[in-house]
């Protein structure tokens, strides 16, 4: 008994003619360059609206960084005059600057997250409560700041602060406006 006439009796050997192999692998290599060349249609309004996004958020971050980067600068800094607390009040601006600085960082991630998220109306609640803590936070700030700091630290150092307090109030009061 050869192999031909072992597989003609076999009951499991199925005959299958090489063309139709070659025809359905032709058929599959359709139906799978068709999955790998999905192309994404994007309107030009929608690519215009991508572009406005990109530019606010880089605008946001260059806006937000330097004044970011200068308060953790001077809050890990070691001048004396950023310890000293006032009477009355249990912290100090070093304490200030450092909270401060990281709440900043962590709001501008989320403040971007929201220009590129769909979901600005579930933000929305947060970003207002971050800014009454804000707008708070900054006002203990500036009861810190003339009961200790601005006579007994150096020039730089109470210039920076008052004008960084003074644009970080302004910016409360639009945030403040815009989410209402």
């Not at 031909?4 to 599959?28: A, G, K, M, Y």
């Not at 609640?125 to 708070?136: A, E, K, Q, T, Y």
């Not at 810190?144 to 003074?166: A, H, P, Q, R």
């Amino acid at each position: 008994m050869n192999i031909s006439e072992n597989l003609t009796e076999s009951d499991e050997f199925i005959s299958v003619n090489v063309s139709d192999l070659e025809s359905q692998r032709e058929e599959s290599e359709v139906v799978l360059k068709s999955i790998l060349k999905h192309e994404v249609q994007v309107s030009e309004d929608d690519a215009a609206f991508m572009v406005l996004r990109s530019i606010y958020s880089i605008f946001v971050l260059i806006v937000t960084i330097p004044i970011v980067l200068t308060e953790l600068y001077f809050g890990f800094s070691n001048m004396s005059c950023l310890k000293s607390k006032p009477d009355g009040v249990d912290m100090s601006i070093k304490s200030y600057l450092l909270v401060s600085g990281f709440v900043s960082i962590q709001a501008i991630i989320l403040y971007i997250y929201s220009i590129w998220s769909l979901k600005k109306e579930e933000l929305r609640d947060f970003f207002r409560l971050l800014i009454v803590f804000h707008i708070i936070w900054n006002l203990v700030a500036v009861i810190v700041f003339w009961k200790s700091i601005y006579t007994n630290c150096n020039k730089n150092m109470t210039t920076y602060i008052f004008i960084s307090l003074f644009i970080k109030y302004f910016g409360d009061a639009v945030s403040l406006i815009k989410s209402s």
